[in-house]
């Protein structure tokens, strides 16, 4: 298991830009696939993006080309750089660590509200 902690959520108005970061309590090897997913009111937890060891990566149709996923191994950190925020990409927003299909950890959540 590792834990995980969020930061740099808050709110933002339309068209604007956060960048997300996801601190791990321990060294992330380099087979550890990182992630960031979210959860809106009163709908289910979905995939934003992930990020494998070897830095491979995957999108949710409705991020692409806006948001941009990384890591620093060295850091034990996973960012989320978030562009052109939309309204229904308010949401509170998890770090997630995995190991192939098993996830080992999860964060608390950051509360992203895109607004004006």
């Known amino acids: 298991q590792v834990q995980l902690v969020e930061s740099g959520g ?12 996801c601190v791990a309590s321990r060294t992330i090897a380099s087979i550890v696939t990182m992630g960031w997913y979210r959860q809106a009111p009163e709908k289910q937890r979905e995939l ?11 999108y949710a149709d409705s991020v692409k080309g806006r948001f941009t996923i990384s890591r620093d191994n060295a850091k034990n ?23 192939g299909s098993l996830t080992i950890g999860w964060g608390q959540g950051t509360q992203v509200i895109v607004s004006s």
Not at 11 to 17: A, E, F, K, R
Not at 48 to 54: H, Y
Not at 82 to 95: E, F, I, Q, R, W
């Open 10 to 21: 808050g709110l933002v108005q339309p068209g604007g830009s956060l960048r997300l970061a």
């Open 77 to 99: 950190t996973v960012y989320l750089q978030m562009n052109s925020l939309k309204p229904d990409d308010t949401a509170v927003y998890y770090c997630n660590a995995a190991l």
């Open 48 to 58: 934003v993006a992930t990020i494998t060891g070897g830095g491979s990566t995957n």
